[in-house]
């Protein structure tokens, strides 16, 4: 297993268990896999620096869109997961052509955006918990009818936790 690997399965499991309570986090590093798959695509012959150097960008200007534009970070973050999330989904299960790629990612991108602008806490727990399934799948290049199995299961693991740690940080804010 490469380094590039282990940061995606260490990125997932973040994104899996402090989605929810680090916003930031989520927003940074849904900005740096899409820069990952950018710069495949922008530079795909160039290896080093300069393919790290396009996910870190877009890393960080998700950090910075997070912090300083919160509401604009909440629409591209649902965006951008919402589309990647189902380009994996079909990817995996074959279920449509390539040529439809764009298709798929702008309406599932939509959905996500309008989904993390009204229903903030749980589509970004949902979506956090998507989102590092997926990179962890993908880092584990786990290829068997059986596959899904393991997605669900570490989607499910993800929501329980941070619908837990969501919960207790609501009943600690309450009057008692």
């Known amino acids: 297993m490469n380094e590039m690997a282990l940061a995606k399965i260490a990125a997932g499991i973040l994104l899996l268990v402090l989605g929810r309570r680090l916003f930031w986090l ?3 590093l849904i900005g740096f896999w899409g820069g990952m798959v ?3 695509r922008l530079f795909p012959h160039q290896v080093g620096l300069l393919q790290l150097l396009v996910p870190l960008l877009c890393g960080i200007a998700g950090i910075l869109l997070a912090i300083f534009l919160q509401r604009l970070a909440i629409a591209v973050g649902g965006f951008l997961s919402g589309g990647y999330l189902a ?3 079909v990817h995996q299960t074959h279920t449509i052509a390539h040529q439809s790629d764009l298709i798929v990612f702008v309406v599932a991108g939509i959905i996500g955006a309008i989904l993390m602008s009204v229903l903030f806490d749980w589509a970004l727990i949902f979506l956090s918990s998507a989102a590092g399934s997926t990179l962890i799948m993908e880092s584990l290049h786990v290829r068997n009818p059986y596959s899904y199995l393991l997605f ?4 499910v693991i993800g929501i329980v936790i941070q619908a837990g740690i969501h919960g207790a940080q609501k009943r600690r804010l309450q009057p008692g």
């Open 26 to 28: 989520f927003v940074g």
């Open 38 to 40: 950018l710069g495949e």
């Open 87 to 89: 380009l994996s989904i």
């Open 152 to 155: 669900i299961a570490l989607l």
